[in-house]
């Protein structure tokens, strides 16, 4: 399809990018009726958001230049261009991201980061994530010496920013150091979160090796990349002075060869280098740690382990598990990255389950008697947004009640009729009455109660009365506290006023708050007592009690934080450690205003793409042989909203007065188009005589995807069309005897999918799911050396079994009129059998490309693949590391062949192994090593392959 100069360019470049960025630059959801984009900028900075939200986006203007003015002395320099910002509220989980390519440009997602996570220890949530990402941006910006001269040849090309290519522990440790304000008290590396964590990592005995963080990916704790980076950072800044990490920002900023200078660098500015550095800070943290992890281990007072007196001990897990209380048992949505994730029963004691149900992006639960189980969760739309709703769980069946409410939490109320659940919209809290009816007969929700922008509300739980409602909420410039709403009067009515970090409440039957905090600067679970004033203490673990529930007959369930993961504990009674009264917990924060200034902005105005979809970047391409003599250049681009996307690359060969092209634009993800258009050189010889056979192959691609959706868009109808033409340009005198046969085909089609699959954290590729494509083209609505209609349908299904291993079936079939092209089997080259349109090749390992062709085909395969081993460590400093390794068994059989004719079927049989290779430490590249043996005796063959795969197209 590409010529192979554009093929070697093209994987460089995308190599390049993916190995600087932290992040995709996704583009924002479709557009919505009524909801125009909008612009608005600063001295520094612009900001793009939709109609509706200009409040925010001028906020977002005021903090961005306040942050600027505070991390500039730190830096010192910043981008000489504005900053593009875009406020989405597509998500309904806190997140960002940063990236200098192809410009500067922030994302933020309008959804505040809600009670007991790392992100909740903020003084404003829209401050720390606005100081974190912008951190991101001038540290990657910093270039002096070669790369800036280089960058202002080249523009904004990944190898020309130094510090975008080092490794995330620096990148996120530095912007997570920079987001924390020791003597206000916020930020991460302030948090009780954080310090949890890493207490555990030196309470393991085996903190993490430089190796190790260098390519963070799926090991326990997940994201420690962010954790080690940050304290390494404070280490540095503690140790020897932020001048000397200043220091060695500058000195790296020179650096014009990427990766392989980093420990010069810190010899420089440090008088080490990063390996000895890291095992200074390795002692650091265990004299750091090493008296608290002493007075706790001393007085720690635990609950018992789910199923450990049975021998039925439920292992720890990567993620928190959603729990919820019923009269059945504990329901815990039990997800533990390994298998499909299920709602089941669980009896702590004797450790037995009881599955109810499959689960899949469960975030809350809530169980009652008579009316069922309500869950929320998270549903991802082909439109680029993720959204909450309810379902309700009654009689075996699962019953939507709402869609893209966005309904994140949810309670009933005791009469089972009506829910209770919060919602953020535009980061503003809300609570809104539901009625327990399925969607198409529920009367609307109604809102009972909505905040301010600076007012977050985390998780809450209805009183036994249903008269109250108590909470997690987050006011203006204080922390986290616990507070109660009058479902008659609508008013709040704070319950604690604390420093502390209040989270997950739930009513006692008694009526009592039981919840999660750290007073102490552990999390532990207390109950307060309001009448009395007093709050007691229940546990005292070593990590910390997190999301405490009473479930009638077992007791206090919570999930201590551990070594390896989050373990499920219980107290049938739990004994009060200690009591004391509210009122010495009482501390207030009254954190400064986070807008300072209100700085001088421009009007909002329509967005137009066009200032940031321009080139910002070029690079030559040359290649030479005896053949050829090819130059041009490559530049590639989007918009600052990441609709439109774009890759040129052109050459001119001066020996054949040819050119070469290629260029693909995507908008958004609906529309596709692909124009390439590049010779082959093809050297024959006859009699003593060498010259060379010049193709062309012309191959353009339109593609319309997702024009109807159904059922949670899962299921899709796209549009397509497809030419592929392959001509002669030259051939030698002598070539004549040996015909080429110059091909055009044109299909138009239709095309059906449907994709339910899911992927797990510790399971290779696919974990669970189907897939299921119908495509139906025809040659006849354009010229075409074909003609008649090409039908074909696949079928991948993978199912989950036990520990980290997968089977995978395949179906394949395709019928073509007897006057169009015919179909091609054979080869290992599975990437052709995913493409939707113009899909003429199946693969059949064990025999050579095209060992049968046809108008009919039908192919089989199986294959069973398990994971063999987590590596997870990278080659000191240097640009190469390795994951997760794993094997897989397979089976493949297929047959191709023409009408009336006899099918003949092959079959091949192999295994291969699978390496993921990191490379520059962000970038997974898989590597396959694999045999294949054909068992037919005149057609098979044994082959050795190795492949690489990835996420570059």
Known sequence: MLGKILKRTLLGIMVSAGLSMTAVAAPVGWDEAGKEWLSQQSAHFSVHFVEGHEQSAARVLDIAERVRREQLPFFQSAPQTRTEIVLVDDFDFSNGWATPLPFAQIRLFMSPPEDGGDLATSDDWLHLLIRHEYAHIMHMELATGAPKVLQNVFGRQAFFFPHALTPSLLLEGLAVYLETNEELGYGRLQSSQYAMKMRMEVASGELKDLEQVAVANREWPLGYQYLYGA??????????????????????????????????????????????????????????????????????????????????????????????????????????????????????????????????????????????????????????????DLFLYRDGQWQQLTERQRFRHVRWMPDGKQLIASRKVAGVSELWLVDAQSIDQAQAPVRIWRGDSETVLGTFDISPTGNDLVAAVKRPRQGWNLEMLSLDSKTWQPITDTKAAESSPSYLPDGRILYSADYEGVFDVYVLDQSRGEVEQWTRELGGALRPVWQPGTGLVYQAYEIEGYQLRYLPTPRVLSTQPIETLQGRYDYPPVVEQVVEK??????????????????????????????????????????????????WDFDNELVDANLVYQYDNRWMAVLSSSHDYDKMTFEGRSDYRITRDDYFVLQRNHIVTAFEDQLSLHAGGVLDKESLVSQPDFASMIAFRETNETLAGLAVTFDNREAYLNVPGIGWGHYLDVVAETNALFDSDYDGQKYQAQWKGTWDLPGRTTLTARLGGGYADDDAKRFRLGGKDLFEESRLFGRDTQALRGYDDSVQRGQRYATQRLELETWLGRIERNWSLYPVGVGDVSGSVFVDSGAAWDSGDDHKQLTGVGAQITIEVELGYNLTLPMTLGYAHGLDSNLGKDEVYFTVSGSLW
């Open 602 to 651: 421009s009007e909002p105005e329509a967005y137009s793409p066009w200032s940031t979809l321009r080139p910002h970047n070029w690079l030559p391409l040359v290649y030479i042989d005896d053949a050829r003599t090819q130059i041009g250049a490559l530049t590639f681009g989007s918009d600052a909203l990441g609709r439109h996307n774009y890759q040129l690359a052109a050459t």
């Open 231 to 388: 304290y390494f950072i404070q280490y540095l800044s503690e140790t020897y002075g932020e001048q000397k990490v200043q220091a060695f920002l500058t000195g790296y900023s020179r650096r014009i060869i990427p990766y392989f200078l980093l420990n010069r660098t810190a010899r420089q500015s440090f008088g080490k280098d990063f390996n000895a550095l890291w095992l200074d800070f390795q002692a650091y943290l265990e004299k750091e740690f090493a008296p608290q992890l002493a007075q706790l281990k001393q007085h720690s007072v635990s609950g018992k382990e789910v199923g450990k007196e049975t021998g039925k001990e439920l292992q720890p897990t990567p993620y928190l598990q959603v729990v919820a209380h019923s009269q059945s048992g504990l329901l815990v949505n039990h997800n533990n990255g390994e298998d499909r994730p299920e709602i089941a029963t669980l009896d702590p004691e004797n450790g037995e389950w009881t599955s109810l149900t499959a689960s899949k992006d469960i975030t809350a639960m809530s169980s009652h008697p008579q009316s069922g189980l309500a869950a929320s969760r998270l549903v991802h739309y082909a439109d680029g947004r993720s959204y909450n």
